[in-house]
Nanobody, 121 residues
Framework: QLQLVESGGGLVQPGGSLRLSCAASGFSLDYYAIGWFRQVPRKERKRVSCISSSDGSIHYADSVKGRFTISRDNAKNTVYLQMNSLKPEDTAVYYC??????????????WGQGTQVTVFS
């Protein structure tokens, strides 16, 4: 069973940084593209970043380009999302997800449980 566990969320002031981790168990991340999504109440979940396993390509939503960095450590079976220069509008529950394929499209095979990020002044 594909299982993902996020950690690293918390409270931070605007301009601050957080690093989210997405640890996989029951499968190797080597073969899956991993995406980070976020969701605020009453809004749909949106992808902020994704890293493929097929060619290492990386995608960012325009709203986070230049501030967020996604990376993967296959030895630790973990994907990270480094978030810098955080803004109040980054406040959301962040989820990681394994795509069904090695590239960043197609259906999601597994979701993590989510971690709350709150940016406040």
């Amino acid at each position: 069973q594909l299982q993902l566990v996020e950690s690293g969320g918390g409270l931070v002031q605007p301009g601050g940084s957080l690093r989210l981790s997405c640890a996989a168990s029951g499968f190797s991340l080597d073969y899956y593209a991993i995406g980070w999504f976020r969701q605020v109440p009453r809004k749909e979940r949106k992808r902020v970043s994704c890293i493929s396993s097929s060619d290492g390509s990386i995608h960012y939503a325009d709203s986070v380009k230049g501030r967020f960095t996604i990376s993967r450590d296959n030895a630790k079976n973990t994907v990270y999302l480094q978030m810098n220069s955080l803004k109040p509008e980054d406040t959301a529950v962040y989820y990681c997800a394994a795509n069904s394929y090695s590239y960043c499209s197609g259906p999601i095979a597994s979701w993590g449980q989510g971690t709350q990020v709150t940016v406040f002044s």
